[in-house]
């Protein structure tokens, strides 16, 4: 269902009743990133953004399913970094997490097993 989430234009802040607000002043790119992406719909995300906010551990549950979807379609998907910089980002995703959702470690599994060998 969660992977759904993505297709339904709706926020993070919405789909979790939770406004962060706006950054503080002083805030670091990352985190006025992060706060801005919790209030773009989801399928308006892109590789990157994604990559980021699961990087920064952030509603991962919501997360990580688009993630494996977009994954699925291109296991060497690119952010601002290099070519499978996503899935590299998705295999840091604490362990916990994936104990959690078994159907989705598999999924991950399967898909570093069949990603094409970077160059």
């Given amino acids: 269902m969660a992977g759904d989430l993505g297709q339904s234009g709706g926020t993070l802040t919405e789909l979790e ?4 607000g706006a950054p503080p002043v002083d805030a670091t790119h990352v985190i006025r990133r992060c706060t801005e992406l919790r ?5 308006d995300f892109g590789i990157e953004d994604l990559r ?35 899935l590299d980002q998705v295999t840091k ?3 916990t997490y994936w104990q959690a959702h ?9 898909t570093h097993a069949a990603r094409p060998s970077a160059i």
């Fill in 102 to 110: 078994p159907t989705q470690a598999e999924t991950l599994a399967q």
């Fill in 39 to 43: 209030r773009i719909p989801l399928q």
């Fill in 52 to 86: 980021l906010m699961i990087a920064q551990a952030i509603s991962l549950p919501i997360l990580v399913p688009i993630a494996l979807a977009r994954l699925s379609d291109d296991p060497l998907a690119e952010g601002d970094f290099y070519p499978g910089d996503l």
């Fill in 93 to 95: 995703v604490p362990d």
């Fill in 17 to 20: 009743r939770d406004d962060w």
